[in-house]
């Protein structure tokens, strides 16, 4: 059964690291993670990108959560029969239900962070929300927030560091807390192993230790 992963390009780094720790046999098409800031976009690229990939795949599987899609995403994937990795979005996939809901409710005004915001944090969220233009934004855009929780998928100093600069823009106080992949990589292969069909594929007798 051949299978396509259409993924958020803020996932990308992950879900190819499942992909080839895991030998599956995937084909993965990203799409770019900056469509977060217009959620219309979002739907507008996937529906155009599995139509296109509806003929030559059996299976289609979504890595994006509802992502301020309102529901929009469903209709699509039902018109294609594509699957989408459980999850309202990254942040809940990678924290992990328990971590996520306990955040959420105990501290429900935290700013999540991971390795692909903090890298990227500049392009996205400054330039991309127009605070370098208009930085009087700032109290509208993040009045709301009171800590910045950092879910880091690989100890890195250097972005422990600039996490730390982050949250001092913001003038929030920070944590950082190792997660990993959280629940990402099993709710996958929820999708991708249930028939077997994605497992990689045993060598013979004759090749085993070739």
Sequence with gaps: MSTAFVICGALGAEVKDIVD????????????????????????????????LRPQYDRLVVVYGECGTNGRLQPVLDEVGASQVRGPHCYEMLAG???????????PGTFFLTDWLVRNFDRAVIRGLGLDRDPELMPMLFGGYEAVLYLRQVPNPRLAARAQEIAAYLGLPMEIVDVGLGELEERLAELVEVDGSCQPTP????????
């Design 21 to 52: 720790r895991r030998g599956w046999d995937v084909d993965i098409y990203g799409l770019s993670a900056m469509l977060h800031l217009y959620p219309k976009r979002i739907v507008d690229e996937l529906r155009d990108k599995l139509r296109s």
């Design 203 to 210: 060598l013979s007798p004759e090749g085993r230790g070739q």
């Design 97 to 107: 239900t328990d971590l996520f809901h306990q955040v959420s409710e105990e501290r």
